[in-house]
T-cell receptor, first 114, second 110 residues
């Protein structure tokens, strides 16, 4: 099956710093990538939809200036959490689709902001 | 109102039991429906798609009721390894938006 990787898998940073998370589709070209956030015991919440070469579409309530998304190629999307605060601590998961109905999820990145 | 709603559970069942989950969705224009499985601290994995005619994959059966706007998942002969959170996922806009339910937790006990 299709493989999506995320890096890093776990990161701890200090409040006020920025963190970049990479999402790569390893064996297919991802026409669309999605970024989700999941708080403990809650479901995945879609943050934004990213298409290669165009600006990401953010869900209501998600600050685009705080969560910067770059989808520079068909195999790579990045999410940068700027000026991170403890309330940004969460599990961030990306997924990618090749245009079919199935999403392929990355293994997630656990962010802890101290 | 949430796009997708599920009973969070947990459903605690013995091995070998049959268990069913339901999920309701609010938007009648929703086009595609899926069940995903998520193990603790892991990413979701596709379990099965849900078709109007219903579909079965081994011990798992999924059904869609468009009139009442719900989908269901039936698990027969539960195994310990079925313990996980089951996420109902609904899609609209030609796969550009996927909405997840909050998940139903299943614990299968020996």
């Amino acid at each position: 099956g299709a493989v999506v990787s995320q890096h890093p898998s776990r990161v701890i940073c200090k409040s006020g710093t920025s963190v970049k998370i990479e999402c790569r589709s390893l064996d297919f070209q991802a026409t669309t990538m999605f970024w989700y956030r999941q708080f403990p015991k809650q479901s995945l919440m879609l943050m934004a939809t990213s298409n290669e070469g165009s600006k990401a579409t953010y869900e209501q309530g998600v600050e685009k200036d705080k969560f910067l998304i770059n989808h520079a190629s068909l195999t790579l999307s990045t999410l940068t959490v700027t000026s991170a605060h403890p309330e940004d601590s969460s599990f961030y998961i990306c997924s990618a689709t090749d245009g079919s109905y199935e999403q392929y999820f990355g293994p997630g990145t656990r962010l802890t902001v101290t | 109102r949430k796009e997708v709603e599920q009973d969070p559970g947990p459903f605690n069942v013995p091995e070998g039991a049959t268990v069913a989950f339901n999920c309701t969705y609010s938007n009648s224009a929703s086009q595609s429906f899926f069940w995903y499985r998520q193990d603790c601290r892991k990413e979701p994995k596709l379990l099965m798609s849900v078709y109007s005619s219903g579909n079965e994959d081994g011990r798992f059966t999924a059904q869609l009721n468009r009139a009442s706007q719900y989908i269901s998942l039936l698990i027969r002969d539960s195994k310990l390894s079925d313990s996980a959170t089951y996420l109902c996922v609904v899609n609209k806009d030609n796969f550009n938006k996927f909405y997840f339910g909050s998940g139903t937790k299943l614990n299968v006990k020996p």
